[in-house]
């Protein structure tokens, strides 16, 4: 059972626009969220993170909002650039007992059209 | 400082072969993980160092085998390499300091198998 899940595979938007990338999880042990970045031929690369104890987090033009009830994330890039075409992984860690593991969602692959 | 880095970058193996994938880090991180990605999926953690002197498997274990080497070096064996291991593999190093829980990744290995 997956416990992290990306359900949109691909993500179309126009520059200037908002992209918003959506991420659910299943286990409730989670209590830390991790978005990372990844181009081809490259490893991923950290872009933002948020604690389960807040519901907000933002880092210049990315915000990720948490909803615990829905056991629910999402990334919003605003405005979106070129640049930002890459795929999108969403991560989850339970820290307090699992060595700083994550598990990683399937990725969101977002291309920005100029 | 040159991060995470990973030799080789690509590699072809024949069924039946054995190979050891190297990784070393810089920054003197505790935690080491080795991942496997395949198309279209998210990262799947074969093992991983919580610190010098440990090992512990992860999702897909078998079939492999590892070593943390020293502080700075993880190195992963395939001793008798299948199709089903043709995939790109990532190192990825954490500190474990309080609040900094991202992971940092190498530049991968791009493996087949035939």
């Given at each position: 059972?997956?416990?992290?899940?990306?359900?949109?595979?691909?993500?179309?938007?126009?520059?200037?626009?908002?992209s918003?990338?959506?991420?659910?999880?299943?286990?409730?042990?989670?209590?830390?969220?991790?978005?990372?970045?990844?181009?081809?031929?490259?490893?991923?690369?950290?872009?933002?993170?948020?604690?389960?104890?807040?519901?907000?987090?933002e880092?210049?033009?990315?915000?990720?909002?948490?909803?615990?009830?829905?056991?629910?994330?999402?990334?919003?890039?605003?405005?979106?650039?070129?640049?930002?075409?890459?795929?999108?992984?969403?991560?989850?860690?339970d820290?307090?007992?699992?060595?700083?593991?994550?598990?990683?969602?399937?990725?969101?692959?977002?291309?920005?059209?100029? | 400082?040159?991060?995470?880095?990973?030799?080789?970058?690509?590699?072809?193996?024949?069924?039946?072969?054995?190979?050891?994938?190297?990784?070393?880090?810089?920054?003197?991180?505790?935690?080491?993980y080795?991942?496997?990605?395949?198309?279209?999926?998210?990262?799947?953690l074969?093992?991983?160092?919580?610190?010098?002197?440990?090992?512990?498997?992860?999702?897909?274990?078998?079939?492999?085998?590892?070593?943390?080497?020293?502080?700075?070096?993880?190195?992963?064996?395939?001793?008798?390499?299948?199709?089903?291991?043709?995939?790109?593999?990532?190192?990825?190093?954490?500190?474990?300091?309080?609040?900094?829980?991202?992971?940092?990744?190498?530049?991968?290995?791009?493996?087949?198998?035939?």
């Amino acid at each position: 059972d997956q416990q992290v899940k990306q359900n949109s595979p691909s993500l179309s938007v126009q520059e200037g626009r908002i992209s918003i990338l959506n991420c659910d999880y299943t286990n409730s042990m989670f209590d830390y969220f991790l978005w990372y970045k990844k181009y081809p031929a490259e490893g991923p690369t950290f872009l933002i993170s948020i604690s389960s104890i807040k519901d907000k987090n933002e880092d210049g033009r990315f915000t990720v909002f948490l909803n615990k009830s829905a056991k629910h994330l999402s990334l919003h890039i605003v405005p979106s650039q070129p640049g930002d075409s890459a795929v999108y992984f969403c991560a989850a860690s339970d820290y307090n007992t699992n060595a700083g593991k994550s598990t990683f969602g399937d990725g969101t692959t977002l291309t920005v059209k100029p | 400082n040159a991060g995470v880095t990973q030799t080789p970058k690509f590699q072809v193996l024949k069924t039946g072969q054995s190979m050891t994938l190297q990784c070393a880090q810089d920054m003197n991180h505790n935690s080491m993980y080795w991942y496997r990605q395949d198309p279209g999926m998210g990262l799947r953690l074969i093992y991983y160092s919580a610190s010098e002197g440990t090992t512990d498997k992860g999702e897909v274990p078998n079939g492999y085998n590892v070593s943390r080497l020293n502080k700075r070096e993880f190195s992963l064996r395939l001793e008798s390499a299948a199709p089903s291991q043709t995939s790109v593999y990532f190192c990825a190093s954490r500190t474990s300091g309080p609040g900094s829980y991202e992971q940092y990744f190498g530049p991968g290995t791009r493996l087949t198998v035939t």
